[in-house]
């Protein structure tokens, strides 16, 4: 059974760093893609970022390049998400989730298992 648990989350100031982890237990393959979606009070949820367990190759939402990285340690089956330069607006309940198909292109429908979610909270 394939279990993904984010930690990480918190409050910060604007201009601040926070980085979330996502361990993931219960997929024994290598191709894979995992994401970090978003979702805001009384928004759609949206993908921030993903990546391809395989290669490393990595795609970002336009809202966030330049000051969030998704990054992997495979001996941990752990995918980080660093995020820099931190806006009120980024401020949501962060998921990661899995796509056993190995899709890394920031589709929600292709991923197939999801973590609880972690807060994170910028104020300004």
């Known amino acids: 059974q394939v279990q993904l648990v984010e930690s990480g989350g918190g409050l910060v100031q604007a201009g601040g760093s926070l980085r979330l982890s996502c361990a993931v237990s219960?997929?024994?393959?290598?191709?894979?893609?995992i994401g970090w979606f978003r979702q805001a009070p009384g928004k759609e949820r949206e993908a921030v970022a993903c990546i391809s367990g395989s290669d490393g190759s990595t795609n970002y939402a336009d809202s966030v390049k330049g000051r969030f990285t998704i990054s992997q340690d495979n001996d941990k089956n752990t995918v980080y998400l660093q995020m820099n330069d931190l806006k009120p607006g980024d401020t949501a309940v962060y998921y990661c989730?899995?796509?056993?198909?190995?899709?890394?292109?920031?589709?929600?429908?292709?991923?197939?298992?999801w973590g609880q979610g972690i807060q994170v909270t910028v104020s300004s």
């Open positions: 989730a899995l796509s056993e198909a190995g899709w890394y292109f920031l589709k929600l429908d292709d991923f197939n298992s």
């Open positions: 219960g997929f024994p393959y290598t191709y894979y893609g």
